[in-house]
């Protein structure tokens, strides 16, 4: 059994991590070779829109998932004409466009901010006082890890956005959420589904820096409820997330991903089956795996630099996961997890992640 990837990036990397014990090979195809997955199967360079290089790899596997929303929805639609592509294009056409994705919430009665599309700087200028002149202004597309959003809060704020081209955003509320959670889940080819348990998540400018898992969260049946709907309404196969800011005991779900998560990394040591190897399960028709929590799990992003190695892995109960890219400033380049870590050794991995 072969499965096509789009992508080569460290989901991908790990999704043949967790594949290849089940006997399964794989083929990545991206527009460049990377050090993530250039020692774990075939690659096909291409273009995401370039058919031969679709067609070329829809003839090698059995099934063709990705590990990014941003996918052509066309280059999806080719390759289904040639071989079964999990998750459905139709999600990919919602969760790619946050316009798109905030109706569903709508259509679905699950709550979400107050939002709004800007295509000017008039647009925006009109909307705010419905706002109190605060809020967030994000790409409608492409956005992600807080890249293409303004957050407004001041007069200043505003002024500075007078020169800024305002075409294809979102205009939402500013929400005081006392956590940011997530919820991931798996649904079967049979329209079966199994929910991991809740991720806490703490951002540091946008960017996801620490999870840990809620076992037993009284939030977890709402967060179940709204994530079954919308698996039920796209007819969905695979892993799919959905993050919600929490206020009292209200869920506000801000925004979905229709793939493996890096809020669900915990799941890899922390659960019975992880997330990268029930999105293999789901998308080629085997039966899913248990999803409980093996323990109290977290885990950290590891930016910008790799920290040192001996340091990290003298702490008890951690694991290193090293996505062999190339340092950069902000860039993924690992994650640490464990379970039933003490607190000492949580502070202690922090201070190592961070120096
Ligand atoms: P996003 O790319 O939408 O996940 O946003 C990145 C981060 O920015 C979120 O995880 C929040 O910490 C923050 N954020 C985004 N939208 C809002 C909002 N409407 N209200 C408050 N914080 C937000």
């Known amino acids: 059994?072969?499965?096509g990837i789009l992508g080569a990036g460290q989901l991908s990397r790990m999704l043949a991590?967790?594949?290849m014990p089940l006997g399964i090979e794989f083929v990545f195809l991206a527009p460049e070779q990377t050090a993530c997955v250039k020692h774990l199967g075939a690659f096909v360079q291409s273009a995401y829109t370039d058919e031969s290089g679709l067609k070329q790899l829809a003839d090698q596997v059995d099934v063709v998932t990705y590990e990014n929303e941003n996918i052509p929805v066309a280059s999806l639609e080719y390759i289904k004409q040639h071989v079964a592509c999990y998750p459905d294009e139709k999600a990919i056409a919602v969760m790619q466009d946050r316009w798109l994705e905030k109706s569903l919430f709508t259509k679905l009665s699950i709550p979400t901010t107050n939002y709004c599309c800007i295509d000017s700087v008039d647009a925006l200028m009109a909307a705010l006082p419905k706002y109190d002149f605060k809020g967030v202004l994000k790409t409608r597309c492409e956005g992600y890890d807080g890249k293409g959003q303004?957050?407004?809060r001041s007069q200043e704020d505003i002024a500075q956005l007078t020169s800024m081209n305002c075409q294809g955003y979102l205009l939402e509320n500013l929400v005081p959420f006392e956590r940011e959670i997530s919820i991931v889940a798996v649904r079967a080819l049979s329209g079966e589904c199994r929910f991991y348990d809740l991720n806490i998540n703490v951002h540091r400018s946008g960017v996801l820096y620490y999870t840990s898992n809620a076992p037993d969260d009284a939030i977890f049946a709402k967060a179940c409820d709204y994530m079954q709907r919308i698996l039920a309404h796209l007819n969905y196969v695979g892993v799919c997330a959905l993050e919600f800011f929490q206020v009292g005991d209200e869920l506000i779900a801000n925004e979905m991903a229709p793939r493996v998560h890096n809020t669900g990394h915990w799941t890899i040591e922390g659960a019975v089956t992880s997330q990268f190897e029930n999105h293999i399960r789901a998308v080629i028709g085997l039966p899913l795996g248990d999803t409980a929590s093996v323990g109290?799990?977290?885990m950290f992003n590891i930016l910008s630099v790799m920290p040192d190695r001996q340091q990290l892995l003298a702490i008890e109960?951690?694991?290193?996961?090293?996505?062999?890219?190339s340092p950069r400033p902000s860039r993924k380049l690992g994650h640490v997890t464990g379970v039933g870590l003490s607190d000492l050794a949580i502070s202690k991995?922090?201070?190592e992640i961070l120096a």
Do not use: C, F, S
Not at 317 to 325: E, G, P, R, S
């Open 17 to 19: 991590l967790a594949g």
């Open 296 to 298: 109290p799990a977290m």
């Open 1 to 3: 059994m072969k499965i």
């Open 349 to 351: 991995a922090r201070k």
């Open 317 to 325: 109960k951690l694991h290193l996961h090293d996505y062999q890219k």
């Open 150 to 152: 303004v957050v407004i």
